[in-house]
């Protein structure tokens, strides 16, 4: 049967509390602190060893679970490593049970990912913002959540793959109105060109529902200059988890519809 995988913070928060060490907020420019599985494994007297993914093998292999490619981001679309997926975290919690004497809780044969949405008064909240805090660069916790996005993407734009970390800005799908919409399924790094493109609306992403892909459409006021981004499957993060939510897309679309209706 189908089932929604919780978010990485929640699986970290009963693993903590299951093994009974302090809980650890995922990190500053890293999906999940090292520290973590490093605790894990002293309290289960399993060898420490270098790397996310190779820690979690470890603990989740010292209890005879199987291994599987889509516990480490390694298999994800991006092909980044260095990350343990949502459903990765939930076999070390397996493990963990498995240690404890306790019944596991058997993997979903399918996932639902619980995607994002915006508040639906959203917009009245971002106009009740002071000015200072609807700019990205200033307002506190900015640096940290890009940081953060950024790691998930492998730390390059998701739509051009450029890698020149000070080019690279992280766009908010539904403008940011508050604490709760920086969320990294509201969030794709973007070339700082790209950005402003995105936030006028002159490039949109869209969800191919036959593929399954995130494509970029480019409107034809800037598609001279920009034709070669026209119909670009984006680059996704390292953890489907954090896929751009479908739901804050929709949102985007809306704000800039009369643009793109008389096409």
């Known amino acids: 049967m189908s089932q929604k995988v919780p978010r990485k913070a929640e699986t970290i928060r009963q693993i903590s ?17 090292s520290a973590f599985f490093t605790s894990i494994a002293i309290e289960m007297g399993i060898p420490v060893v270098n790397g996310m993914p190779q820690m979690a093998r470890k603990i989740i292999e010292s209890s005879h679970f199987q291994w ?5 981001s390694e298999s994800t679309p991006s092909g980044g490593g260095g990350t343990v997926t949502a459903i990765g975290l939930l076999q070390v919690k397996n493990a963990v ?5 306790k019944p596991i809780e058997p993997l979903p044969p399918e996932v639902i990912f619980d995607e994002w949405a915006p508040n639906a008064d959203w917009q009245e909240l971002r106009r009740t913002l002071p000015k200072e805090l609807r700019e990205i ?8 959540f890009r940081e953060l996005v950024l790691t ?7 739509i051009t793959e450029n890698k020149t970390i ?18 990294v399924q509201n969030a794709i790094p973007m070339r700082v060109d790209i950005h402003r493109l995105f ?7 869209i969800y191919d529902h036959g593929d399954k892909k995130f494509r970029t459409k480019v409107h034809e006021d800037v598609l001279l200059d920009y ?7 984006l680059i996704l993060p390292r953890d489907p988890l954090s896929a751009p939510s479908k739901l804050a897309l929709i949102e985007q679309h809306k704000l800039h519809q009369e643009l793109w209706a008389i096409i």
Do not use: M, T
Request: charge should be negative.
């Open 17 to 33: 509390e299951l093994i009974g060490i302090p809980e650890y907020p995922l990190n500053r420019g890293s999906s999940i602190p």
């Open 68 to 72: 599987n490619e889509k516990f480490s």
């Open 97 to 101: 049970l498995e240690w404890l004497g």
């Open 137 to 144: 660069a200033s307002r506190p916790g900015a640096s940290d």
């Open 152 to 158: 998930e993407y492998d730390l390059k734009c998701a």
């Open 166 to 183: 000070e080019a690279i800005e992280v766009a908010h799908i539904v403008p940011y109105f508050g604490p709760e919409s920086d969320e």
């Open 199 to 205: 936030d006028r609306g002159l490039i949109r992403i």
């Open 227 to 233: 034709a070669e981004l026209d119909n670009k499957e």
